[in-house]
């Protein structure tokens, strides 16, 4: 039998050869902003970042369709500290995006109801107003739920009118009481 050994030369080689893919791997270091959104006992910021950028990259990571659901919804509600244009379009792209049958791109949705409530009642109610009013027809009860609940801060016409309209078609008590729209 046989035996052989190394020899020193392709030693050398294959250590030549993982260095030189160490050198040009990209880093493996994650943002700070990443960073901040892992954990297990993780909790909503109170008051904006001071990473510069964060914003920017609140938004990134809650559209990185390659980060976990969770951490792209706890982005999502980071979001709710910065109540400016570039969240708002955010927000607004993601209510209006067209829903799929994945649980979590509904799930995502309602949320993101729910956080552009928060964010930009009373500020922009009017808005909201027509951003959301057409939602109360959707196929997703839990959704239109969410939107009935946020139209209701709002003191107006259009929105008391899209609701009393909401009102006469629920066909469920569970969703007449949890959208608080009880007459």
Not at 40 to 60: F, T, V
Not at 66 to 80: C, D, G, K, W
Not at 88 to 110: D, G, Q
Not at 130 to 155: F, K
Request: aromatic letters at 8%.
């Amino acid at each position: 039998m046989k035996t052989y050994k190394k020899s020193n030369s392709h030693r050398g080689f294959a250590t030549c050869f993982v260095a030189v893919q160490l050198l040009f791997m990209p880093p493996l270091i994650a943002s700070d902003i990443l960073d901040r959104l892992q954990g297990y006992e993780w909790k909503l910021p109170a008051e904006p970042l001071r990473e510069e950028g964060a914003q920017a990259e609140l938004i990134r990571i809650a559209s990185d369709r390659t980060q976990p659901n969770f951490i792209r919804a706890r982005a999502v509600a980071a979001l709710t500290v910065y109540p400016s244009d570039e969240v708002w379009t955010f927000y607004s792209a993601r209510i209006t995006a067209a829903s799929e049958n994945n649980p979590a791109n509904k799930v995502s949705r309602r949320r993101t109801v729910d956080a552009l409530c928060s964010t930009f009642l009373p500020d922009r109610a009017e808005a909201i107003q027509v951003l959301l009013t057409p939602l109360l027809n959707e196929d997703d009860a839990h959704l239109r739920v969410r939107v009935a609940q946020c139209l209701e801060n709002i003191d107006s016409h259009g929105a008391k009118s899209a609701l009393g309209s909401y009102r006469s078609g629920i066909g469920e008590s569970w969703e007449l009481k949890a959208g608080r729209v009880a007459q």
